[in-house]
């Protein structure tokens, strides 16, 4: 069984920086892309940043050059370096992986708030 456990969350002042990490386990098929979502109250999900397996990387626009997405394919391990926080990043911020046979998963979630 697929399991995405998330884990960096936290309550950050604006200007503050946190790592997100999230590492999947129990899957047979190699993963192709591992990125995360987030969901701020109110709000739709929208996709904050992506990465293939070959190190390509996609950035929603607004956090383009604060955010900083890696990965360890050898882990299975996704970071998502949050540089700059800005109140508008609070948000549960998701997990996600595609795997090669076409399944996809997503972790639980972790709460990320910017806040003084």
């Known amino acids: 069984q697929v399991q995405l456990v998330e884990s960096g969350g936290g309550l950050v002042q604006p200007g503050g920086s946190l790592r997100l990490s999230c590492t999947a386990s129990?899957?047979?098929?190699?993963?192709?892309?591992m990125g995360w979502y987030r969901r701020a109250p109110g709000k739709q999900r929208e996709l904050v940043a992506a990465?293939?397996?070959?190190?390509?990387?996609t950035y929603a626009d607004s956090v383009k050059g604060r955010f900083t997405i890696s990965r360890d394919n050898a882990k299975n391990t996704v970071y998502l370096q949050m540089n700059s926080l800005r109140p508008e990043d609070t948000a549960v911020y998701y997990c996600?992986?595609?795997?090669?046979?076409?399944?996809?998963?997503w972790g639980r979630g972790t709460q990320v708030t910017v806040s003084l």
């Open positions: 996600n992986a595609r795997f090669s046979n076409g399944e996809i998963y």
């Open positions: 129990g899957g047979i098929f190699s993963i192709n892309a």
């Open positions: 990465i293939t397996s070959g190190g390509i990387t």
